[in-house]
Structure formats: structure tokens, C-alpha cells
């Protein structure tokens, strides 16, 4: 006989990511690819960068020598680990890229969607 409070539960269960909601991960599906051999390989299935557009300005960063995005991101966002907001925010497939030039003015943001910022 099958238990309807155990069905319940089972149907009804939230789904947990992978991935720690602070990570660029997060929410994104995983998926599995077979080898010839039928060994499985399990991947994170593609991330788009979003639209830097989607992202509301709260001030800017003029690059200066020595700069690294993890000690921006520790400064302006309180979690060296979020640089990768940084990157998104700026449009950057490259994380290094954002720092190649000295002058450079990178825009600290909120997360996307998160409407808001001054206008800098």
C-alpha cells in the first residue's frame, strides 16, 4: 500500500541547485552525456551572460595598477568570490580583461534584476 503522506511529500518536494545560491551556478540544470564506453559525465548545462543593460549602476571603479576583481568584489560587494558579478555587469567573457587596462572604468552594480542604483 502506498503511503499518501510519504507520496505527498515526494511530490511536492522543493528542488535543491547544485550549485550555493551565491554562485554564478546557481539554478542552472545539470545534464549527463554517455561515453561510447556507457560511462556518464555530468555537466552544468550552459550560462548566458546577461545584457550588462539588466544591471543597475551603483558607482564606478577607475582600473589603477595592481587592481584584481577578487579584491573589488571583496570592497564594493563585500565577497571577493563575487567577482563574477563584476564580470557580468561589465559584459566580460575574459575576467582578466577588466583589469588589463590602467583608466578603465568598470560599473559596480546590483544584481541583475534588482532595480535601483544611482545614476553615476
Not at 64 to 93: F, H, S, T
Request: hydrophobic fraction near 35%; aromatic fraction near 8%.
Amino acid at each position: 500500500m502506498i503511503d499518501p503522506v510519504k507520496a505527498f511529500m515526494q511530490a511536492n518536494a522543493l528542488s535543491t541547485s547544485a550549485f550555493a545560491p551565491g554562485s554564478r551556478y546557481h539554478g542552472l540544470d545539470t545534464a549527463q552525456w554517455a561515453q561510447p564506453d556507457g560511462e556518464l559525465i555530468t555537466y552544468v548545462r550552459r550560462r548566458f551572460i546577461p545584457p550588462p543593460e539588466n544591471f543597475a549602476t551603483l558607482q564606478e571603479h577607475q582600473i589603477v595598477e595592481g587592481d584584481r576583481l577578487d579584491n573589488l568584489a571583496a570592497k564594493y560587494l563585500g565577497d571577493p568570490q563575487q567577482y563574477w558579478g563584476i564580470c557580468d555587469a561589465n559584459g566580460a567573457m575574459r575576467p582578466d580583461e577588466l583589469t588589463e587596462t590602467l583608466g578603465k572604468r568598470l560599473r559596480i552594480t546590483l544584481p541583475e534584476g534588482v532595480p535601483g542604483g544611482a545614476d553615476v
